[in-house]
C-alpha cells in the first residue's frame, strides 16, 4: 500500500538576517499510511512545524528546502509550481494553526472564513459549503451551530474558535489535515472537550493526520505512530506505544522523565512554620465603576481569602479568565483592590506599590510570566542583576559585582553569563535570571505568576527544581500561579483553587486526586490527559454516565451569592444550589471546600 | 453564551459613545483654540492704526481711529462681540478696506482648498500604490527605491522643491509659467498648466509620509498569523491582499492619510507664497504683514478647523475599524 504521506530525507535551512544559512530540518524521513495519525514530538526549535509546515509546501520567509523530497496524497509537493500548491492548499491537505485566536482574520466573519477554503477552489456554491458549515459545527459540538458563523473571532472563546478551525479544515473533505498544537493554547476541561471532537471527527472521515505537539498525554490520546524530534532531526520513531513505554533514544527518555509527574516534596523537611508570612483576607478586585455597596461593577476576584506560612508553598490554580493573574496583581501593589486585606507579617499592605514601604516591598517580589518582557534587551544580565542589588541592598562596586556572581550561583547559573544580553539566553537560562533579579532583594515570599507556562517540559521542570531548592536552602515562600496541576503538585504543599474569581477550594496539594473536593477541582483533576492510551475515551465516557440533573430555572448565580460552579455542576441539587449561598464545609485534615455537599461533612460558617 | 451576547451588545452601546466622545474631545479643542487664536492676535505688538496712519501720525489721529475701529474698548468686551459673530459666520470687517473678512476669505479658501483637494488627489492613490505594494514586496530592491526616494523627499523642504520647479521648469525651460495664475484658466490645458507645480510640489512633500505609513501598516498586517493562514487555505494573492489584509490594515491607513492631509495645510501656506497663488494661505500672509487682525484670526480659524476635521475623522475612521469584539 503506498503511504499518503512520503517525506525523504527531507533538508530545511533558513538564516537569520545576513547570517549564514544554518540547517533547521536534518535528513528527515517518515511516511504516514491512509487514515493513520502521525504525532511529531518536540520542543521549541526542534523543526517540528517547519517540518509541519512544509508538508502544504509552506516555507516561512528565510528559509528554504535544500534537499529530499515530500509526496502529500499523490502530490510530489517539493516540485509544485506556486499555482499548483495554491490549488492543492485547503483542498487535498489543511491546516489547524496553534493559536485560532490570532489565526482566524479578527475583520471577517466565521462563517466567511469557514467557507473560504471551498470557495476558492470552487468545490460547491456558498449556499451549500455554509449548509455544509452547520452540519461540521454540529458535530464538533460547538454551540448554537445554526448561527454561529455570523459570529466575529473577538465575539469567541479559545475553545470554540480552535473547533471552529477544525471546521473550516474539514470544509474541503481533505486527505491531510496538519494539526499544529491545536490544544496547547486551551483550558485542560476545554481541552478534554476539542480533543475527543476532533478523534470523532477524524474517524468519520477517514482523515489522514500529522499532529504536532509538546505533550506527550496528548500524543498517547490521539496518534497511531509517532516521532521525536530534536534540533532538527528525527531521534526516535516508532508507534505510540514503544516511544511512550519503551523509548530508546537518549532525549525521548529524558522528555518522558519530564512529563512524568513526580513529587518533588522531600520527606525529611520539618513542616512548615504555622506562623503565615502572607494573609489574603476577603479581597476584592474588579473593574469599572464602583457600585453602591463599594464594590467595583466587574468583580474579578470575589472575597479570595488564604494564608502563605512562613517558608511554605501554596500553589493557587485555576482556568483561564478565573482572576489568577488579577490577584498576582493586586498582592504585588499594581491593581488596588476595593475590599479586604492583605497582611505581610501580619502588617497591613496598600493596594498601591508606590504606597508600600521599601522594606514591605524588598520582602514580597514578583517573578512574571514573560521573562522577555521583564529584562531590558538592551542591558547586559550583570547590569540588571547589580542595579537590583544597589537599589535593595545599596551594595556598589565590588561588593555589588561579588552579590551579582552570589546571586547567579543561587539559580544555578554561571557567573560568566553577567556580560551578556538577554537576547544570547535561552527561555530558561532567562526565567533564571528572573529569578536571581526578585532574589537580590532579598525577599521574604515570591510570587511566581504562570513562570513555567511558556517554557519547554525539560526546561520548566528544571524550573521547578529551582524553586524547591530556594524554598529549602532560603526558606523562601512562594505563591505559584498556575494552570498546570502537575506542576502544581509536584512543589506545592497547599493549594488554592480559582474559579470565577472565587477560592471553591483550599488545602493540601498531595490529596487531590483522592477523598472529598469540590466538583469544579474534580473537573480538574480528571481533565488532566493520562499518559495512557483509551484514557480520553474512558473519561469522556464517564462523563457522558454523570447525567446533568435537570436544568435549573435560570439562576443568576452572581447576584445571589449563590454557587459559581451551578451551571457547570454535575452534582447540583435543585431546589438547595440554586437557592441558598454555599457554605463552607471542612475535612479533617482535608480542604475547606465551598459546597453544600456532601451534607455529612460538617459545615463551618465562616463569620 | 448569555455572556458573550451581552458582550455584543455592550459593544453596540459603547461605539457612539466613544464616536460621542472624540466629538466631544474635538469640540473642546475647538473652544481653546477660538480663546487662543482671539489671545494671540491681541497680544501681538501694534495695531491697525500703526499700518495705516504710518509712523508720522499724531496721537490724536490714532486714538481717534482707534475709537472708529472699536480698539479702544475692553478685551473682554471685543472678544464676546468677536465671538458672537464668528458663531453666526461674521469675521467682522478688514482694517484695511472695510469690507466684510468673510467675502474676502471665501473666494480665496474655494482657491486654496482646490489646490489642497488636486494635491490630494494625486497624492493619495499614488502613495497607498507605493505603500501597499512595497509592504507586499518588502525587502526588494522596489521596497528599497521607495523607501530611498521617499525619504529623501521628506527632507527637502517644500519651499526648496516650489523654487527649484520655478528655476528649472519656468526660468530654464520656458515650459511652465513661474505663477499660477488661476484666474485665466478656462481650459483643462490650461489648468495643468497653472496648477502642475504647485500641485506636484505639495503633493511630493505629502507623499512621503503617506507611503511609509501605509507601508508599515501593511506590512504589519501582512506579517498576523491569520494571514499565513490564509494563505495555507491556498487563497491567491489578490484575494489575500484585497479580502484578508486591507480591512485590517485600512484604520491605521485612513488615519496616516489624514495627518498627512492635515499636514498638507502647513504646506499650502508655503507653496502659496512661492508660486503667488491667490488662496487663503496668502490672505493670512499679507493680513498679517498689515496688521489686519480680523482677517488673520478668521485665516487662523479656517486653518486650525480644517486641522481639527481632519484628525477627529481619522480617529473616528479608526474607531469603526477596529474589529467587532475587539473594542474596548
Same mark, same amino acid.
Given at each position: ?249 537518549? /532525549? ?246 480559582? /474559579? ?108 | ?20 466622545? &472624540? ?56 472678544? %464676546? ?11 467682522? /470687517? ?42 507586499? %514586496? ?152 498689515? &496688521? ?37
Amino acid at each position: 500500500m503506498v503511504a499518503t504521506i512520503q517525506v525523504d530525507n527531507l533538508e530545511i535551512v533558513g538564516r537569520r538576517g545576513r547570517g549564514a544559512e544554518l540547517p533547521i530540518v536534518r535528513n528527515v524521513s517518515f511516511s504516514v499510511a491512509r487514515g493513520e495519525m502521525l504525532a511529531l514530538i518536540g520542543e521549541s526549535g526542534s523543526g517540528k512545524t517547519t517540518v509541519a509546515l512544509s508538508l502544504l509546501g509552506h516555507i516561512r520567509s528565510g528559509c528554504r528546502i535544500s534537499g529530499g523530497t515530500i509526496r502529500v496524497a499523490g502530490y510530489e509537493v517539493t516540485a509544485l509550481t506556486a499555482q499548483e500548491r495554491r490549488s492543492m492548499r485547503g483542498r487535498v491537505i489543511s491546516y489547524v494553526a496553534q493559536n485560532a485566536g490570532s489565526a482566524f482574520n479578527p475583520a471577517l466573519a466565521i462563517m466567511r472564513q469557514v467557507v473560504e477554503p471551498a470557495l476558492v477552489h470552487h468545490i460547491l456554491p456558498r449556499r451549500d459549503l455554509e449548509a455544509r458549515a452547520i452540519a461540521l459545527f454540529r458535530a464538533l459540538a460547538l454551540p448554537e451551530p445554526e448561527t454561529i458563523g455570523e459570529r466575529y473571532p473577538g465575539e469567541l472563546s479559545g475553545g470554540q474558535l480552535q473547533r471552529l478551525m477544525a471546521a473550516m479544515a474539514l470544509m474541503t473533505d481533505p486527505e491531510v489535515v496538519v494539526f499544529d498544537e491545536p490544544t496547547t493554547a486551551l483550558d485542560v476541561t476545554t481541552q478534554i472537550e476539542v480533543l475527543a471532537a476532533f478523534k470523532s471527527v477524524l474517524a468519520e472521515r477517514g482523515v489522514t493526520g500529522v499532529y504536532v505537539t509538546h505533550d506527550l498525554s496528548v500524543v498517547a490520546q490521539i496518534a497511531d505512530h509517532a516521532i521525536v524530534l530534536k534540533d532538527g532531526a528525527v531521534r526516535e520513531a516508532g508507534t505510540v506505544s514503544k516511544i511512550l513505554f519503551q523509548p530508546q533514544d537518549l /532525549y525521548s527518555q529524558a522528555l518522558l522523565a519530564a512529563a512524568e509527574p513526580c513529587s518533588r516534596q522531600s520527606e525529611g523537611v520539618e513542616a512548615p512554620e504555622q506562623q503565615s508570612v502572607l494573609d489574603v483576607r476577603d479581597l476584592v478586585v474588579g473593574y469599572g465603576r464602583s457600585t453602591s455597596a463599594g464594590l467595583p461593577e466587574k468583580v474579578i476576584v470575589n472575597h479570595v481569602s488564604f494564608s502563605v506560612p512562613k517558608g511554605g508553598m501554596l500553589g493557587v490554580i485555576g482556568e483561564s479568565g478565573c482572576g489568577k493573574s488579577t490577584l498576582a496583581r493586586a498582592i504585588s501593589g499594581l491593581q488596588p483592590w476595593s475590599a479586604g486585606e492583605l497582611l505581610l507579617n501580619g502588617v497591613a499592605l496598600s493596594g498601591n506599590v508606590t504606597d508600600r514601604a521599601p522594606e514591605q516591598r524588598r520582602r514580597l517580589q514578583l517573578v512574571a510570566q514573560n521573562a522577555d518582557s521583564v529584562l531590558n534587551p538592551s542591558k547586559t544580565i550583570g547590569n540588571t542583576l547589580e542595579r537590583a542589588v544597589r537599589f535593595y541592598s545599596g551594595l556598589r562596586g565590588e561588593a555589588a559585582a561579588r552579590r551579582v556572581s552570589e546571586l547567579l550561583e543561587m539559580v544555578q547559573l554561571s557567573p560568566a553569563l553577567a556580560t551578556r544580553l538577554p537576547s544570547e539566553l535561552s527561555g530558561g537560562q532567562k526565567q533564571r535570571i528572573n529569578f536571581a533579579r526578585a532574589l537580590a532583594a532579598d525577599p521574604q515570599i515570591v510570587l511566581c505568576d504562570e513562570i513555567t507556562a511558556a517554557l519547554d517540559t525539560v526546561v520548566a521542570a528544571a524550573i521547578l527544581d529551582l524553586m524547591k531548592e530556594l524554598q529549602r536552602d532560603l526558606g523562601l515562600a512562594f505563591i505559584f500561579i498556575t494552570h498546570d496541576l502537575h506542576a502544581l503538585q509536584s512543589i506545592c504543599e497547599r493549594v488554592a483553587v480559582l /474559579y470565577a474569581g472565587q477560592v471553591v477550594e483550599v488545602g493540601p496539594a498531595a490529596a487531590l486526586g483522592e477523598g472529598f473536593h469540590h466538583p469544579y477541582t474534580r473537573l480538574l483533576h480528571d481533565s488532566v490527559p493520562l499518559m495512557e492510551p483509551g484514557w480520553l475515551e474512558e473519561t469522556r465516557l464517564r462523563r457522558l454516565a454523570e447525567t446533568m440533573p435537570a436544568t435549573l430555572p435560570n439562576p443568576s448565580s452572581a447576584d445571589a451569592g449563590l454557587c459559581c460552579f451551578l451551571t457547570r455542576c454535575p452534582d447540583r441539587v435543585a431546589g438547595l444550589c440554586d437557592r441558598i449561598a454555599p457554605p463552607v464545609r471542612s475535612v479533617v485534615h482535608g480542604p475547606r471546600v465551598l459546597c453544600h455537599l456532601p451534607a455529612s461533612i460538617r459545615p463551618e460558617f465562616s463569620s | 453564551m448569555a455572556k458573550r451576547k451581552q458582550g455584543a451588545g455592550d459593544l453596540n452601546r459603547h461605539l457612539p459613545a466613544l464616536i460621542g466622545r &472624540r466629538i466631544f474631545a474635538a469640540a473642546t479643542s475647538l473652544a481653546f483654540v477660538i480663546v487662543t487664536v482671539f489671545a494671540i492676535t491681541n497680544i501681538l505688538p501694534g495695531d491697525a492704526t500703526d499700518a495705516l496712519l504710518g509712523q508720522g501720525a499724531t496721537p490724536q489721529a490714532i486714538a481717534a481711529m482707534r475709537h472708529d475701529l472699536g480698539l479702544d474698548r475692553s478685551v473682554f468686551l471685543r472678544f %464676546w462681540l468677536w465671538l458672537w459673530g464668528v458663531l453666526h459666520g461674521q469675521f467682522g /470687517y478688514s482694517l484695511l478696506n472695510g469690507l466684510p473678512v468673510a467675502d474676502a476669505i471665501r473666494p480665496r479658501l474655494h482657491n486654496s482648498l482646490l489646490l489642497a483637494g488636486a494635491s490630494a488627489a494625486v497624492a493619495v492613490p499614488v502613495s497607498l500604490f507605493l505603500g501597499i505594494t512595497s509592504a507586499i %514586496w518588502k525587502d526588494t530592491l522596489y521596497d528599497r527605491a521607495v523607501s530611498v526616494l521617499t525619504l529623501g523627499m521628506v527632507s527637502v523642504p517644500e519651499f526648496v522643491i516650489g523654487t527649484m520647479a520655478v528655476y528649472v521648469f519656468a526660468v530654464r525651460l520656458h515650459v511652465l509659467p513661474a505663477l499660477a495664475d488661476v484666474a485665466s484658466v478656462h481650459s483643462i490645458g490650461q489648468f495643468l498648466r497653472a496648477f502642475f507645480m504647485p500641485v506636484a510640489s505639495l503633493a511630493l512633500v505629502t507623499l512621503a509620509q503617506m507611503v511609509r505609513m501605509t507601508r508599515a501598516a501593511m506590512a504589519d498586517t501582512l506579517s498576523a498569523p491569520y494571514i499565513e493562514m490564509a494563505l495555507l487555505k491556498g487563497v491567491g494573492p489578490a484575494r489575500l491582499i484585497l479580502v484578508h489584509a486591507i480591512p485590517n490594515a485600512i484604520g491605521p491607513i485612513v488615519n496616516a492619510v489624514a495627518l498627512s492631509l492635515s499636514s498638507l495645510l502647513g504646506g499650502v501656506v508655503v507653496i502659496e507664497v512661492v508660486f503667488t497663488y491667490p488662496g487663503i494661505a496668502g490672505l493670512m500672509v499679507d493680513a498679517v504683514s498689515s &496688521r489686519d487682525v480680523p482677517t488673520v484670526q478668521a485665516c487662523a480659524l479656517v486653518f486650525c478647523l480644517t486641522y481639527l476635521l481632519l484628525t477627529t475623522f481619522a480617529d473616528i475612521v479608526t474607531i469603526l475599524s477596529l474589529p467587532r469584539g475587539r473594542k474596548a
